[in-house]
């Protein structure tokens, strides 16, 4: 069981930056694949970035290619999402979600956390 936290959302000009926190307890973590996924208002949920249980692995969806950097330090149980260079189009509620696979379909991971709300401004 992985019980998953989101922190450092917040209100953003374009251009400027956030660091999300994904916290999470449990055993399994350090071998749990980590993903990122966001959801905008009357869109679905969709895939940001995904890394490794080792962090050696990391895949990106290719609009945030660049600018997202996704990083975890299995030893404080925490993943992190830098991100620079926002776009007003970045807005949305920022999840992270742990699983066992190396999947971009948000059913494939198991553990959710509650979602975190970035705001980028024009």
């Known amino acids: 069981q992985v019980q998953l936290v989101e922190s450092g959302g917040g209100l953003v000009q374009a251009g400027g930056s956030l660091r999300l926190s994904c916290a999470a307890s449990g055993r399994t973590f350090s071998s749990s694949i980590v993903a990122w996924f966001r959801q905008a208002p009357g869109k679905e949920r969709e895939f940001v970035v995904r890394?490794?249980?080792?962090?050696?692995?990391?895949y990106y969806t290719d609009s945030v290619k660049g600018r997202f950097t996704i990083s975890r330090d299995n030893a404080k149980n925490t993943v992190y999402l830098q991100m620079n260079s926002l776009k007003p189009e970045d807005t949305a509620v920022y999840y992270c979600?742990?699983?066992?696979?190396?999947?971009?379909?948000?059913?494939?991971?198991?553990?959710w956390g509650q979602g975190t709300q970035v705001t980028v401004s024009s």
């Open positions: 890394i490794s249980g080792s962090g050696r692995r990391q």
């Open positions: 979600a742990a699983g066992g696979s190396y999947s971009v379909k948000a059913d494939d991971y198991d553990y």
